[in-house]
Structure formats: C-alpha cells, structure tokens
C-alpha cells in the first residue's frame, strides 16, 4: 500500500510537489489505533488498581493512579500460601496452569498428526468413515459431555491428576481435521520419492512429514495452548484438591474462600494481580511463535 | 547394472480399467529405453509397475536375475527422477542427496564422498548448502539427477523430467542426462510424451498406445518403418502424411483427378493408406501431383507448407532456400519411401 502511493508520487513528481496527505493511511492507523486502546485500557486499569490498598478498591472499585502496593501485591499473589486448606501459592497454580496448557498443546498435536497420518496415507478400511466419525467430535465438545467424562475419569481414579486434567480435553478432531488438510497438499510423488530411498513409514513421518509441517504446528500450538490455558470449567470440576488448582480457576477461589469466611475484606489485589500474571504465558506463546509462523509462511517450502 | 525384463506385465485397476495391455519387453544392460505415447497411453503406469508405486496385477518383472513384483521400491535398487523433481523442500542438496544413503545405513565419510562425487559429475558443488526453494529449475533438476545417482543404483527411471523445464534448458539437459546415463552405463528406462526427446536420447523407443504395445525399435527403425498409422502419425513432427487411395487396376487413385505415381500394394481390400514423409516430398516436377498451400509455417531451417492433396490435407517440408507461395504447387512424390497401411487397422503392409 505504502510503497504504491510512493512509487506513484515519485513517477509524476511535477504535478504533485507538494506530498498529498493519504488519508487512507490516516483512517487505517485511527482504526488501529482506537482498537488497541479498547483492548490495552482495562488491562492498564487493572494494572494500575493492583497497587491499591484492597479496601479502596472495595470501596471504590477499579482505580487510575499509581499508590504503593504494586509490588507487594504480586509478592502475595505468588508466593502467599492461600485458599482454603493454605497450601496453594501463585507460584503453584502458574505451573498447573503451563503444565496443562503445554500438556494439552502438545498431546493434542502428537494424537491428531498421527490420526492425520494414518487417515491420509495409508488404505485402511473405512479410513473416511473413521475420519468422519473423528469429525462429529467437534459438535460434542467437552461441555457437552461433561458428565460422561467426569464419570469416567473418576471412575478411572484420574480425579485430581494431570492425566485427567488434559486427556479428556484431547478428545476432539480440530487438530485432526487441520493436519489430514495439510497432508493432502503435499505433493505425492514426494511420497513415493520417500519410498524409493528407502524411508519406512515411521521415517518418512519423522523426517519428512514433521519438519514438513512445522508451520502448522507452530500455529496449532499457539491455538492448543491458549485454549488449554483458559479451560476453566473442566479444570473446575475435575480438581478438588487445592493444590491441582490452575491459575484460572484458582484466582476466582481466592476472592471466593476469603469473602466467605467474612473476617477480612477480599483481597482483590492479589487476585488482580495474579490475573495480570495469567496474561503473560499466552501472549509470550503468541509473539514466540508468530515469529516462527511468519517464517515458515514466506519461506514458501512446500 | 542389470538387464530388465518384462514378462507379460499387465495393469488393471480396481475399476476394471485396463492401463496396461499384457506385455513383454527385454531391455538390455545399459540401455536407455524411451516409453512415448500421448497422454493415458499408460506409459506412466508401465514405468511406476517398474518402480514398484504401483502394483503388478498379472505377469513378471525381473530386474536381473530376481524376480521383483513383489519387492518394495526401496529393495528393487533402482532410482527414479520425477517430473516435479520431488525435492525434499525442508533439506539442503547435500541431504537431499544423501537421504537414501542414509536410510541404507551407510556411514556418513561414505555419504559425504559419494555426494561430493554427485555434485562434482553434475556441477552442483556450490549448492550443497542450499535449500531446494533457492535453485532455479535446471539446478533442481541436476539435485534430483544426484540423488540418483548417488546410489549406484542398477536401474534409472525417469519420469517425464524435462517436462517442467523452459525449451532451451530442456534441449540441454536432455544431452546431459543422455551423456551421464552413457558415462555411468545403467540401464534406464525414460518416459516422455516428447516425440524429440524419445527420437534423440533413446537406444531404443517403445511407443505406447492406448495401454498396448505399438511398435519397439530404435530411433532409425521407428522413423523409418512405422509398423502403424499411429506411431507413423505420433513420431516426426510435422507428422506423416496419410493418404486415404482407391486401389484400381493396380494404380492408386487420390480423386478423380490425381493418381499416385507408385504402384499399388497387392492387397484383398480395394484402397489402401499412403504414408508419405513431408520432408520425402520435393517441389516441381511434371505436374502429376499438385498441391493446393493453403498455410506457410516459417521455421527458420525449413519452411512448411499446409494445404490439400486431392481434397485430403497434405504437408509438405522443403528447406529454407526453396521457395513457395500460397496456392497451387508442383510437387514430386517420392517413388521409394512411400508408406503402405491397412486401411482399416492401420497396420503396416
């Protein structure tokens, strides 16, 4: 766009001498830029209300300004023993938190590559019908069943473990269906070309078809995570013991336990605070890996 | 190095679809044979059987002494060049090279030296750190010539691979891969659905029709004695003449004004096909023959001449310092390299 009006400018330069002003660009960055400020401002208010004393923010709610418990706040919020039985620090829930998000991540790419390879290149029976019985999964997300799913993993004894905390969430056929699009875009005397140097199934997978799909899985992980990262009713309801808490469900039980118990005002900056900490880990999966994305995406391999 | 044999091979597909009529060819050891026929002629599917990516429904391959149908590609120790080259898009040359080396498990002194050698044959030593995105279509050509040959394999197969290739570069690749396959001596099976590629690289062509076999020779034989209308029609650019005649009194008639000065064929039908050679023709002459030119095609080193010979389309070649103008000419048939054809199963007489 830029270089266009440039090139344009500069070819007729006698009849425009003075520089126009491009009120597309203009328009194009107001847009811009009002968008971020709705994004970005209650995230400032929050950081900014964070270094009040938490009976102003009762009283008051959330505050522009800059007072002096910032760093004590997010001291509290991660390494204060709270909840209801003491146990469980900030520090504890962010590890649940990572241990979930790239647990689930990172199974759901390993399980929906090899259910993509499989239905792609090999001449199973009923290869498309189990790809579309994979398929329907995606009108039964975990809401749905989640009763199903909390008796099972109870009844496994996988309440209050990780394996039950992300396996359940595994369960669905988005990454399947993104992989098997994929892998049928790969020309197929690539596959042959495998074959006859002598690259089994396993090694073509390996060598071939992984590194061949590193943008997509780039840009699966990035989807994969935040969502695994923002799961709260499973989480909720499958961890009863305070110290298998995520953050996002965690910091909900801080303001909860402590207004319950009525002896002390909520201590909404710690919760604030720890929200604030909940943020980090997805948008450094976000610019981490967007880079890696755009990478992949221009150096055009395929 | 090995000879190549094919015992009634035969393709056919699930959907009853024939690709492949049975049969049996014997390709010597290091030879370059050249599968040509148009499009769906089966060509490809006789190549991939060779190859082992497609399945053999009925007869033998052997590839030397053994009898391979039932070996994988990879056990066959043969090395296939395709028409989009293949590449590995995420490895350097040098690994590309080297890849079937090392799933062979040969230690990586030896797949160094052997790529080394690859590169040095084909020109390609200041690529080896490239990746298969940064070469230009010729470059990409030699990396898949390479990792072919890096494997000493006893049979190359070449699967339409100047086809993505501009015309100059093909014209020169084409001689490089004839040179390479004569200096390494291996046997090669090359398929196209280039005429000029099939007449100039191959010891022998095979021309494919339809799934079944129409004529095995080389260049000379193929040109020269087409044993159908087919193949007389499919080798030679502009192709062969074919003349429609009525058989009478041992004379043959085009219309009701032209007579072909050649003797006719003895033969139970009572007209035949006439196969002339545009460039066997020559211009003058007593006026036995006359051409209407409808269309001049200059060609640089001959010129072309479209129009009709007793109503049927005739054309003819003359060189560049022959002259001809739009309209009636006088041409000379020739008495000698005339071409009989049955006239309904366009076999050769």
Known sequence: MADLTQAGAVARPLT?????????????????????????????????TISFEDVDIVQKGLQIGLEGRMAENFHDAMFEASGFTKTITGTRMLMNSLILGF???????????????????????????????????????????????????????????????????????????????????????????????????????????????????????????????????????????????????????????????????????????????????????????????????????? | MAQVTLNHVRKTYPNGHEAVQPCSVEIPDGELVVLVGPSGCGKSTLLRMIAGLEDITEGELRIGADVVNDKDPADRNI???????????????????????????????????????????????DYLDRRPSQLSGGQRQRVAMGRAIVRDPELFLFDEPLSNLDAKLRNQMRIEIRSLQQRLGVTAVYVTHDQVEAMTMADRIIVLNAGRIEQIGTPTEIYEHPAS?????????????????????????????????????????????????????????????????????????????????GDQPFSVSIGKDEHATVGAQIITLPQDRVHFFHPDRGTRI
């Open chain 2, 229 to 309: 209308t087919f193949v007389a029609g499919f080798m030679g650019a502009p192709p062969m003449n074919l003349l429609r005649a009525d058989i009478a009194g041992g004379r043959l008639q085009l219309s009701s004004q032209t007579l072909l000065p050649v003797p006719a064929p003895q033969l139970a039908t009572d007209s035949v096909l006439v196969g002339f050679r545009p460039e066997d023709v020559r211009l003058g002459g007593d006026g036995s023959a006359v051409l209407e030119v409808q269309i001049i095609e200059e060609l640089g080193a001959v010129r072309l001449l479209h129009g009709h010979l």
């Open chain 2, 79 to 125: 090395a296939m060049v395709f028409q989009n080259y293949a590449l590995y898009p995420h490895m350097t040359v040098a690994k590309n090279m080297g890849y079937g080396l090392k799933n062979r498990g040969a230690s990586k002194a030896e797949i160094e030296a052997k790529v080394q050698e690859a590169a040095r044959i084909l020109n390609l030593g």
């Open chain 1, 103 to 302: 647990g689930f991540a990172i199974g759901k790419i390993v399980i929906s590559m090899m259910a993509a390879y499989a239905i792609v290149y090999f001449r199973l029976r009923f290869a498309t019908f189990a790809f579309w019985i994979i398929f329907t999964t995606l009108l039964l997300p975990l809401e749905v069943r989640i009763l199903p799913s909390y008796e099972a993993i109870q009844s496994l004894g996988l309440a209050n473990t990780y394996t039950g905390l992300i396996v359940p969430l595994i369960a669905s056929a988005t990454g399947t269906f993104f992989f098997r699009q994929f892998f049928r875009s790969i020309p197929e005397e690539l596959v042959e070309a495998a074959r006859i140097d002598g690259a089994g199934p396993v090694k073509f997978f390996i060598d071939i078809l992984v590194p061949l799909s590193r943008t997509m899985i780039a840009a699966i992980f990035i989807i994969m995570f935040v969502y695994g990262w923002n799961q709260y009713l499973w989480p909720t309801l499958i961890t009863t013991d305070e110290g298998m808490f995520t953050l996002v469900r965690g910091i909900k039980q801080i303001v909860q336990v402590l207004s319950q118990t009525g002896a002390k005002i909520p201590e909404y900056g710690k919760a604030l605070a720890l929200s604030m900490i909940a943020m980090i880990p997805p948008v450094l999966i976000v610019i981490f890996f967007q880079s890696w994305f755009v990478k992949g995406l221009t150096e055009s391999d395929k």
């Open chain 1, 16 to 48: 425009r001498p003075r520089k126009r002003i491009r009120w597309n660009r203009i328009v194009d960055h107001a847009v811009l830029i009002t968008g971020s400020l709705f994004m970005v401002f209650p995230v400032f208010m929050v950081l900014t």
